[in-house]
T-cell receptor, first 114, second 113 residues
Framework: AQSVTQLDSQVPVFEEAPVELRCNYS??????LFWYVQYPNQGLQLLLK??????LVKGINGFEAEFNKSQTSFHLRKPSVHISDTAEYFC????????????FGQGTTLQVKP | ETGVTQTPRHLVMGMTNKKSLKCEQH?????MYWYKQSAKKPLELMFV???????ENNSVPSRFSPECPNSSHLFLHLHTLQPEDSALYLC????????????FGPGTRLTVT
């Protein structure tokens, strides 16, 4: 079965610094990968997704992620964070194209400090 | 109303109570989902409905009973819950099941006493 590991439960960073949130997955077949963000007291919102094609995926709010098949990773990056980026970030993988079933990681709390 | 709405936002219930969670999507989607979000654990998919038919039941105890009367509404009926069922219950919808973006509601924070 597929699984997702987010290696850091919390990532503190100062405003305007770069950040990387790590995500590794296990799968023996084709994968479809997602990053979602959850702001306090809100539902999840899609940041970006990788389905096929270019391994560098750009999303909303200046975030990007790179699919690395050999390392089974899909790390999320932003070159300069803002206070407003403070939130919980979830990596997810889909088992197939046709089920809508997402397997989520445990989440990483990004804490941006002034 | 826009997006995905959930009511109530907070619910406290005893173990012998019966209650229902409601989800409504205003996006014209045809697939809907229930997720359970517990502290320090990954989101757990509970149920998936496509075109009002249940297509996924992810080994969820029978004390949770979903209902999808139409493509815009999804309910989760609760009875004889346990304290470990306390969690944030999230509803989501998507245009279809084929890797379309899932839009989430804000959730219902459930506390079982």
């Amino acid at each position: 079965a597929q699984s997702v590991t987010q290696l850091d439960s919390q990532v503190p960073v100062f405003e305007e610094a770069p950040v990387e949130l790590r995500c590794n997955y296990s799968s023996s077949v084709s994968v479809y990968l997602f990053w979602y963000v959850q702001y306090p007291n809100q539902g999840l919102q899609l940041l970006l997704k990788y389905l096929s094609g270019s391994t560098l995926v750009k999303g909303i709010n200046g975030f990007e992620a790179e699919f690395n098949k050999s390392q089974t990773s899909f790390h999320l990056r932003k070159p300069s964070v803002h206070i407003s980026d403070t939130a919980e970030y979830f990596c997810a993988v889909s088992e197939s194209r046709n089920t809508g079933k997402l397997i989520f990681g445990q989440g990483t709390t990004l804490q941006v400090k002034p | 109303e826009t997006g995905v709405t959930q009511t109530p936002r907070h619910l406290v219930m005893g173990m012998t109570n019966k209650k229902s969670l409601k989800c409504e999507q205003h996006l014209g989607h045809n697939a809907m989902y229930w997720y359970k979000q517990s502290a320090k654990k990954p989101l757990e998919l509970m149920f998936v409905y496509s075109l009002e038919e249940r297509v996924e039941n992810n080994s969820v105890p029978s004390r949770f009973s979903p209902e999808c009367p139409n493509s815009s509404h999804l309910f989760l009926h609760l009875h004889t819950l346990q304290p470990e069922d306390s969690a944030l219950y999230l509803c989501a919808s998507s245009q279809g099941l084929q890797l379309y973006e899932q839009y989430f509601g804000p959730g219902t924070r459930l506390t079982v006493t």
